[in-house]
């Protein structure tokens, strides 16, 4: 199998005299100029790290020669699609100006046996012969899963050449090497840069020192580093009127810097279409519709084409068009829940307002304290009280990324795949920090091992445990559950879900807000009073999914009488396209209190458990003595 293999060149460094081009290669292509580091905005952490281990030791390979270190033999740049990995690794390139070796992956594998390891050892021969030099496999993953989960044996094979190859030519030559034929070479080595959008499925054995020694992270860019990405991209752009990039940035988070890229193009082309239509509106009103000509191939005058401009509205507007590349691949986003949709739970507003939103906000002021906030929150109460819109809710506010797993989930029959799919989510958050991690009911991964089939869920709570301990900066943990009786008491300690909040049953004022949250997009008749309605007997006891439930009834009651009398005029009522209070009759009829009077005890044991010290006196022993005294009705 013949690979193509792309070359950079080596450029000029520092102010001397160029050097030569490397000797040209068969099967390979000369790359053109490409970016540097000054053209990526929002790494500037990264520029720094690399500049410092590897672009100055492989551009003077003398410096970790003489104090007899290793420098660094490989890089492993990880992150979600589109953050910047392959730019990355060619802006490397161009800084250093060595020959710069690119393939992606799957072209190494060949149906030919022996073949693909040949492909492998070839590359590195090449790259070995020009040092200094870099290696750059992209999505590597392909040819370096971890060998225990490989069914072919080809596969183990490639995975075997590729650490016998680093090894092999990571290797300082020339300068003073013993070798005749080595000293006539230039003084330096071969790096090797990985890319890959899943680390964990990278072999271990390549990510020890040695190997792949430096891993670097690429995440979700935050608002700043968004802001400093719209900068470099819009540089060269013809912008008009008050353009505000910090506007931009803070409207588009989970955007990564291909999905920035591609907001530009779009408000670029709304610009054209602004003069299109004009165009079009033109030619309509010059000519009759018989003897219209092809408005679209008369040429363009300067005027018009000078009056073409991208506007603030033009990327308005787009932002509502581009949806980020991380939700279409099954990350996180930021929930479009804002606390007005919520209704009441003041209380809970202000308490998340202080430990979370204004912590991701305004990071640098709970740092200047030394304030920890890594404990996790827990909501609990009755169904359909709101505890899952409270978390979205959070994350809407504060512009966090959210996650929401329900606990059932991670759940898996094979021994081992539980626990690493609890481990991948905590990554997942971590790479889209800062993030609200939501674990909706929470209790079928925290059962108590007494419990019939805790034994299923011991080591899910062990390896939870082990994150909810791990620093995890700028990832919340949200917990929800109905049962916190059956959690063990081992999640409720400090450091772990030891904020437990209390959801109860909305009050009269909380079902207002709630209805009117509930009937905001709904065409409401001025003649049905919402608060008057909160008040009544019949929603005393509805939870806020009943009460929306409630409001979707009266609008499909008004819905079909206006059918009924479109078809055949039978209706009694008029054909108003309002939802008036005889609708809001009818639903009561239908929806019943989600809590009945028997069950109000229970509450008030909840209210009990949430407020109690869980190292006062075991949870199992209060939970069992409240069941003989007061059971659940069936």
Not at 113 to 141: C, M, W
Not at 433 to 438: A, D, K, M, Q
């Amino acid at each position: 199998m013949e690979m193509e293999i792309k070359v950079i060149p080596e450029k000029a460094r520092g102010g001397g005299d160029a050097k030569p081009e490397a000797p040209a290669i068969e099967g390979v292509s000369r790359g053109e100029r490409g970016p540097r580091f000054a053209d990526l905005g929002g790494m500037e952490a990264v520029i720094e790290q690399l500049m410092m281990e590897l672009v100055v030791p492989l551009c003077h390979p003398e410096l970790p020669q003489r104090p007899g270190v290793r420098p660094v033999a490989g890089l492993l740049l990880h992150g979600p699609p589109g953050c910047g990995k392959t730019t990355l690794a060619h802006a490397i390139a161009n800084e250093t100006g060595v020959p710069f070796y690119k393939i992606s992956a799957p072209e190494v594998v060949s149906g030919v046996s022996g073949a693909s390891e040949e492909n492998i050892r070839g590359l590195f021969q090449k790259a070995y012969r020009t040092v200094p030099s870099i290696v750059f496999i992209d999505e590597i993953d392909a040819i370096a899963s971890k060998r225990e989960n490989l069914q072919r044996e080809m596969e183990r094979r490639i995975v075997t050449q590729l650490m016998t190859c680093m090894d092999e030519f990571h290797q300082n030559i020339g300068g003073g090497d013993s070798d005749a034929e080595s000293s006539e070479k230039k003084p330096g080595y071969v790096i090797v840069i990985g890319a890959t959008n899943r680390p964990d499925a990278v072999d271990q054995a390549l990510r020890r020192p040695g190997r792949f020694d430096r891993e670097i992270s690429l995440g979700i860019p935050d608002e700043h580093a968004r802001k400093q990405i719209l900068k470099m991209l819009t540089q060269n752009l013809r912008l008009e009127g008050q353009f505000d990039l910090f506007k931009i940035a803070r409207a588009t988070p989970g955007f990564v810097g291909a999905d920035l890229k591609a907001l530009i193009d779009k408000a670029g082309n709304l610009a054209m279409k602004r003069i299109i239509d004009e165009r079009r509106v033109q030619y309509s009103h010059e000519h009759d519709g018989n003897n219209k000509p092809d408005w679209w191939r008369q040429p363009w005058d300067a005027d018009e084409v000078e009056s073409l401009h991208i506007t603030m509205g033009d990327f308005q507007e787009a932002v509502k068009m581009v949806q980020p590349s991380l939700r279409r691949e099954g990350f996180s986003s930021i929930p479009d829940v804002a606390w007005d949709d919520v209704g009441g739970l003041d209380s809970l507003r202000r308490e998340f307002d202080r430990c979370i939103i204004r912590c991701i906000k305004n990071p640098e002021d709970y740092e200047a304290f030394g304030v920890n906030l890594q404990a996790g929150f827990l909501l609990f109460g009755p169904p359909g009280c709101g505890k899952t819109l409270i978390a979205k809710a959070v994350a809407h506010e504060a512009g966090a990324n959210f996650i929401h797993i329900k606990g059932p989930e991670l759940l898996n029959k094979y021994v081992g795949e539980s626990e690493s799919e609890v481990r991948k989510v905590f990554i997942r958050a971590r790479t889209n920090s800062p993030c609200i991690l939501f674990f909706d009911e929470v209790d079928a991964l925290t059962t108590k091992r007494e419990n019939e089939g805790g034994w299923v869920v011991e080591r899910v709570v062990t390896q939870l445990l082990t994150e909810l301990e791990d620093q995890r900066q700028g990832v919340y943990v949200i917990g929800a559950t109905n049962r916190i009786d059956v959690i063990v008491d081992a999640v409720l300690r400090p450091g772990r879900f030891c904020k437990k909040h209390y959801v109860p049953l909305p009050g009269v004022d909380e079902r207002v807000s709630i209805l009117k949250a509930c009937a905001r997009s709904k065409p409401i008749s001025s003649g049905v009073g919402l608060d008057a309605l909160a008040c009544r007997e019949e929603c005393s006891n509805l939870t806020g999914a009943y009460l929306a439930s409630l409001v979707n009834e009266a609008a499909m009651a008004a819905l079909e009488e206006r059918l009924e009398f479109l078809e055949n005029g039978t209706s009694s009522m008029s054909s108003s396209c309002l939802i008036e209070l005889s609708h809001f009759e009818q639903a009561l009829s239908k929806v019943k209190p989600s809590v009945s009077e028997q069950q109000f005890p229970f509450l008030a044991f909840f209210v009990f458990l949430g407020c109690r010290s869980v190292l006062d006196v075991p949870l199992s022993s209060v939970a069992s003595a409240w069941d003989e005294a007061y059971p659940m009705p069936p």
